[in-house]
Nanobody
Framework: QVQVAESGGGLVQPGESLRLSCVVSGTIRRIDGMRWYRQAPGKQRELVASIRGLVTYAESVKLRFTISRDDAKNSVYLQMINLKPEDTAVYYC??????????????WGQGTQVTVSS
């Protein structure tokens, strides 16, 4: 079994920063791609950032968000600076996990709420 758990969300004012963390645990042989998505009320879930060797970002967060990973800890992080009200959303972690059986599947966390408001 594989579990994905996000943390670090909260309520901040515009211009402030937050750092989200995601830990993948369970029966893991290797983790390939890791991603952060977000979903705002009434909107579709969107890809914010991904990392698998190369790093990619949504245009709306470039130069403000930084994704990183620590493979020794099976973790991925999202450092967010200069937050804006439009960044308000539930942020989800997604990981491609190769299990010892050879099965490769992607797993989602429950999400962590980020609210940017004055």
């Amino acid at each position: 079994q594989v579990q994905v758990a996000e943390s670090g969300g909260g309520l901040v004012q515009p211009g402030e920063s937050l750092r989200l963390s995601c830990v993948v645990s369970g029966t893991i042989r290797r983790i390939d791609g890791m991603r952060w998505y977000r979903q705002a009320p009434g909107k579709q879930r969107e890809l914010v950032a991904s990392i698998r060797g190369l790093v990619t970002y949504a245009e709306s967060v470039k130069l403000r968000f930084t994704i990183s990973r620590d493979d020794a800890k099976n973790s991925v992080y999202l450092q967010m600076i200069n937050l804006k009200p439009e960044d308000t959303a539930v942020y989800y972690c997604n990981a491609d996990v190769l299990q010892p059986s050879g099965r490769l599947s992607d797993y989602w966390g429950q999400g962590t709420q980020v609210t940017v408001s004055s």
